[in-house]
């Protein structure tokens, strides 16, 4: 159903896809928008090791949320900033990309958690978490996108 990657020098085994994953802060989802026209936007996240599920949050209404209503597939892409190797030009970088489903959060305690650690990834202030949590978690809809196949790549620009 998915694609073999092209080239497979290239590719990067599971394990540092979920390394990725785990380290960076935002990618751009992608979903099936409007009149059938793509609709990427720029998020963070939270990917959740234990089960393997990458997590979001925003409004419980919007383009995004009409999208996944109207068709559950998804991707999600990621990229690290790359590093220069000493004498070279070129950047290397990493990147991963994510098919599968998403949907609704709908359990109060899942909800709760996937905020907290999405808010880990930019404080550790569990006071001013708590506070705004309580004060937007009526306006709040966590998304979990259940992957279906997962793609990292190893790349040099030329």
Partial sequence: MFRKMRRLKQEMPAEECCELLKTQVRGVLSLLGDDGYPYGLPIDYWYNEADGKLYFHGAREGHKIDAIRACDKASFCIHDEGVRMDGEWPLHFRSV??????????????????????????????????????????????????????????????
């Avoid at 305690?109 to 004060?135: I, P, V």
Wanted: aromatic share 8%.
């Fill in 97 to 158: 990309i994510v098919f599968g489903r998403i949907a609704p959060v709908t359990d109060e305690a899942a909800t709760a958690l996937a905020c907290k650690e999405l808010s880990r990834k930019f404080t550790q202030d569990d006071q001013y978490f708590n506070k705004e949590y309580a004060a937007a978690k009526d306006r709040v809809l966590c998304l979990a996108l259940t992957p279906e196949h997962i793609t990292g790549k190893r790349i040099k620009e030329n």
